[in-house]
Nanobody, 124 residues
Framework: QVQLVESGGGLVQAGGSLRLSCAAS????????LAWFRQAPGLAREFVAA????????YYADSVKGRFTISRDNAKKILYLQMNSLKPEDTAVYYC?????????????????WGQGTQVTVSS
C-alpha cells in the first residue's frame, strides 16, 4: 500500500509558476512509476506527466511540454511538478498517482494508488 498526499496548489496569475509536491508513505516508493493527472470541472481526468523508476524517463502531454517538469526525489519519497508559464486552461485539480510496474505511463488505468488532489487555479 502506498499513501500519496499532494500539496502546493493555489491561485496564480497567467504566466506565473507553481510547484506541486506529492509525498509518499507506506510501501517502497523506489520501484514505482509516478505521474501527475488533472481534472477540470465537467471533464475527464487527463494525463499531464509521468516519470519512470528511478527517474531516467519522463513523458509529457503535448499541452504542457516545455512548460512543466516532472521530477522525483527517491530518498525523500517526494514527486514534484514544476509548472511554469501557466495558462487559464491549466486550471484543474491535480492528482499524483503511483504504478507498481515502475514504467511511468500515460494510461490512467495503469495506476494503483492516487492522492486526494490539490486545486490549481490560473486567473487571466
Amino acid at each position: 500500500q502506498v499513501q500519496l498526499v499532494e500539496s502546493g496548489g493555489g491561485l496564480v496569475q497567467a504566466g506565473g509558476s507553481l510547484r506541486l509536491s506529492c509525498a509518499a508513505s507506506g510501501r517502497t516508493f523506489s520501484s514505482y512509476g509516478l505521474a501527475w493527472f488533472r481534472q477540470a470541472p465537467g471533464l475527464a481526468r487527463e494525463f499531464v506527466a509521468a516519470i519512470s523508476w528511478p527517474g531516467h524517463s519522463t513523458y509529457y502531454a503535448d499541452s504542457v511540454k516545455g512548460r512543466f517538469t516532472i521530477s522525483r526525489d527517491n530518498a525523500k519519497k517526494i514527486l514534484y511538478l514544476q509548472m511554469n508559464s501557466l495558462k487559464p486552461e491549466d486550471t484543474a485539480v491535480y492528482y499524483c498517482a503511483a504504478d507498481g510496474y515502475g514504467m511511468g505511463s500515460r494510461v490512467i488505468g495503469s495506476y494503483d494508488y492516487w492522492g486526494q488532489g490539490t486545486q490549481v487555479t490560473v486567473s487571466s
